[in-house]
């Protein structure tokens, strides 16, 4: 495996799609409040995780929460991420996996789905399987009030309805990056459909 840099915006040289992203996923909340307040535990993928491929549209949960509409959606997941692009351009090749560490050692500013505070470990070359919580909501400023990372919050561009049979969507377009150098994967575009 190769590892993944995060590309930083004023030195991207070429963008494409992945044909693979995985994620080791713990659990998964989800609130009616878009600062993420009160969340309700939907599915557990216990101690050792599950790892999920969002490019194939993978199952997420199923059960019977109440009726609504949920404006924040939480992954306890892994902070190591797997992508494959899916066509050769700078230093990304297709058919490759790259790995990225994206909370690595030295950072202090995230939170668990309690506000807990999670402390960073690893690197990119040396990551590390940290837990964290990755937090899609409908509104990040108001998450951010409420103590959350920017760094760990993702607009979501829709609610996610219950009662219905939704799909998250996770658009990867031009979210595969590199500088010439380092190939990379950033924040994806995410809504319920």
Known sequence: MVYAALISAQV??????????????????ISTHS???APLLVQTYGTAGE??????????????????????????MSDVLRMTPATSFGACVAGTEYAGDIYRDGESDWKDVD?????????DVAPVDDHVTIFF???????????????????????????AQ????????NAVQTDGVDCGFEKPRT???
């Open 12 to 29: 991207v040289t070429d963008s494409g799609s992945p044909s693979s992203v995985k994620i080791r996923m713990y659990a998964l909340w």
């Open 191 to 193: 809504s319920f459909e």
């Open 115 to 123: 506000l807990n505070v999670v402390v960073g470990h690893g690197t």
């Open 35 to 37: 600062d993420c307040s």
């Open 137 to 163: 909501t409908r509104d990040t400023a108001l998450a951010r009030a409420r103590g959350i990372s920017s760094n760990q919050l993702v607009l979501l561009e829709s609610d996610l309805i219950v009662p």
């Open 51 to 76: 790892d999920k491929d969002f490019m194939q549209d993978p199952v997420l949960f199923a059960g019977e929460p109440a009726a609504g509409g949920y404006q924040c959606v939480m992954f306890k």
């Open 166 to 173: 939704s799909t998250f969507y996770m658009n990867g377009h």
